[in-house]
Structures are given as C-alpha cells and as structure tokens.
C-alpha cells in the first residue's frame, strides 16, 4: 500500500501516513494493528545538560564582577568605576540568561524584568555619577518605550492573529511619544529651545504604523507586499 498523498510504502496495518498525516486507505485491504513500518516518535537530540549550561554561564559572569570589584578595592579603596561595570554585568545577565533559568520562560514578564533592569542599572549611573536626570528623562523614556514593548510581548502572547496591527500600533504609539521625549530632554538638560528634531522620527514611526495598519486592513494589497518579499 503507499500513501495517496506523498507515495512513500506504507505497511498494510498502518492508518496514517508517518510522513504526512494523510489517513491512509486502500478499498481491499483490511487494516489491522500491528508493529508500523516507522518509528513513531522522533528521538530526542543529546544535548549539553540545561543546568550545566546555565552554571557555567553564570560563572563566566561572575568571574569578572569579582575581578573588577576586586581591583577597584585595591586601588580605591571604594566601588569607584567597577559599579558601572558591575551593573552592566547585572543587566545582561538578567535580560539574557535568567529567563532560561525556567523551564518555559514567561515572555510577558521576562520582557517587563527586563525594563526594569535597564531602568535599574539607569538609575545607579544616575546616582553614581551626581545626575538629576533620571526621573524627569530617563524613567519617563524607559517606562513608556518598556510598557509599549511589554504590551507587544503579552499581546503577541495571546492573539495568534493580528500581528500587524500589534506592530502597526506600537509604531503610531512610539512616534506620539516623540515630541514628548524632545521636551523632556529639553526640560532636563536645559537645551535652549525646542527645535522639532523629534517630528522626524515621529513622521517616520507614524508612517511605519499607519503603513502596517493599512496592510492589515486591505487584503489584496498584504498579499501583494507579501509576494514581492517572499514572505
Ligand atoms: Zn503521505
């Protein structure tokens, strides 16, 4: 008996093609249970131990944090400069190898941890170095661009569908957001005026948006962008 859709052999007892899936049939031959011609389940690939990968990751991290706290002591007696490197150190490791810590990750509040330790390592350099410009710049910057992102993640989370409109309204939201971000950095730093630098990106990020709205929209032309990038 072979398969009537991809016309690999298939032994007599088996109900479904192994290959792909298609119920297998044949008008005179009765089909019985028996050993199948091919391996039902796909055998796993030997891989380096999950936790063995992770402690060694995590030592490849800390070895320098050590190192470099440990120099600064020496020659200053005090967490001068290794506080920077430290912190940078620390948000790596929390965006990049603490979520495979878990078995299955959860995107959503991987994403949102991952903000706040950019927010958090944004915060020491403001202390460290003498700044006030964390709290009228970067906080306002880092919350809203990490809540829209936040947002993308958990609604990419659940909504199997609609991802244009997804990235199409966290464009138009990111683009709104520009001359925001211009006037708090004029407020902070004291430039002198407000040019309108931040129309440009705005313009784009809203031309961006509405360009993916439009296409999530009008089928005939989604599928006209999608066959000229063979997507
Ligand atoms: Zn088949």
Redesign the pocket.
């Known amino acids: 008996m072979y ?6 052999k298939l032994a007599d007892t088996e109900k479904k ?1 192994p ?4 119920t297998a049939c044949h008008p005179y031959i009765k089909q019985e249970e028996e050993v199948p011609l091919f391996p039902g389940q796909r055998y796993p690939t030997p891989q380096l131990p999950p936790r063995t990968a992770q402690i060694i990751i995590t030592t490849l991290f800390l070895l320098p944090i050590f190192i470099t706290l440990l120099c600064d002591l020496q020659i200053n007696g005090a967490v001068v400069w290794s506080g920077y490197v430290v912190g940078a150190l620390g948000m790596a490791y929390a965006i990049f190898v603490l979520p495979y810590w878990f078995r299955r990750p959860h995107s959503v509040a991987f994403t949102a941890l991952s903000f706040m330790a950019i927010g958090l390592y944004v915060f020491y350099i403001n202390q460290a170095s003498g700044g006030d410009w964390f709290l009228t710049f970067a906080l306002p910057v880092v919350g809203y661009v990490g809540t829209v992102v936040t947002a993308v993640a958990a609604l990419l989370h659940r909504l199997r569908r609609g991802r244009l409109y997804i990235f199409g309204g966290a464009f138009l939201a990111l683009g709104a957001f520009m001359p925001l971000m211009e006037y708090l950095i004029v407020a902070t730093f004291c430039r002198p005026r407000f040019v309108g630098w931040s129309l440009y990106p705005m313009t784009a990020l809203l031309l961006l948006g509405a360009m993916l709205i439009f296409l999530a929209l009008n089928q005939p032309a989604r599928e006209r962008m999608e066959r000229k990038f063979f997507l």
């Open positions: 398969c009537i859709n991809c016309g690999v093609c290959l792909c899936g298609v």
